[in-house]
């Protein structure tokens, strides 16, 4: 559970780990990465999920098709 903007606790719908992006470089590229690299992948993600409400709003049209 987590709190949204006005205070009500609320479900996450999403999050990543950094466990899970290490179990993604484990698989890719044979090896844990370094905080280094984790700060780099983290702001890469960050980045990338700029664009989370047209995530979000494909995702629930893709929902409510017949």
Do not use: H
């Not at 698989?27 to 690299?37: A, I, P, S």
């Not at 992948?41 to 979000?56: F, M, N």
């Amino acid at each position: 559970m987590a709190e949204d903007m006005s205070g009500n606790q609320t479900k996450v719908m999403f999050q990543i780990l950094e466990a899970d992006v290490q179990e993604v470089a484990r698989y890719k590229v044979g090896r844990l990465l370094t905080e280094d690299e984790l700060y780099s992948v983290k702001k890469g993600a960050e980045g990338g999920l700029c664009l989370w409400e047209q995530v979000v709003c494909c995702a629930i049209e893709e929902a409510l098709e017949p």
